[in-house]
């Protein structure tokens, strides 16, 4: 699986494109804002990770196009809260996976 490419802002900020102005790209701008409440499908553990990501995303990160990922993570999020111990390596790593491309991770 090829590595995912570095966002245009990242390599802007490196200085990648002063050697080669000619491949300076131009990202999706993201589209929609995220809904200011958690969906009502998710039971109440889940909503409570969902605001708690929200919350502590840094600004910007999330919008309309990562509510999927985002209920998806708040439920993995809520079952870790419930039962730390029963949960899986590979659902804590798939976790973990999620929380970083959201923003959260010491990195």
Same mark, same amino acid.
């Given at each position: ?13 490196? *200085? ?10 131009? &990202? ?5 804002? %995220?809904? &200011? ?17 929200? +919350?502590?995303?840094?600004? *910007?990160? %999330?919008?309309?196009? &990562? ?9 993995? %999020?809520?079952?870790?809260?419930? &039962?730390? +111990? *029963? ?15 959201? *923003?959260?991770?010491?990195?």
């Amino acid at each position: 699986m090829p590595r995912p490419r570095t966002a245009t802002a990242i390599l802007e900020a490196r *200085g990648a494109f002063k050697k080669d102005p000619q491949r300076e790209r131009i &990202d999706p701008e993201p589209s929609g804002q %995220l809904r &200011d409440t958690p969906p009502e499908h998710l039971n109440p553990e889940q909503q409570k990770a969902w605001q708690w990501i929200v +919350d502590t995303a840094p600004k *910007g990160v %999330l919008y309309q196009s &990562d509510e999927i990922m985002l209920m998806m993570a708040s439920c993995l %999020l809520a079952e870790y809260k419930c &039962d730390p +111990d *029963g949960m899986t390596t590979s659902r804590i790593a798939r976790l973990e996976t999620q929380l970083g491309k959201f *923003g959260l991770s010491p990195s």
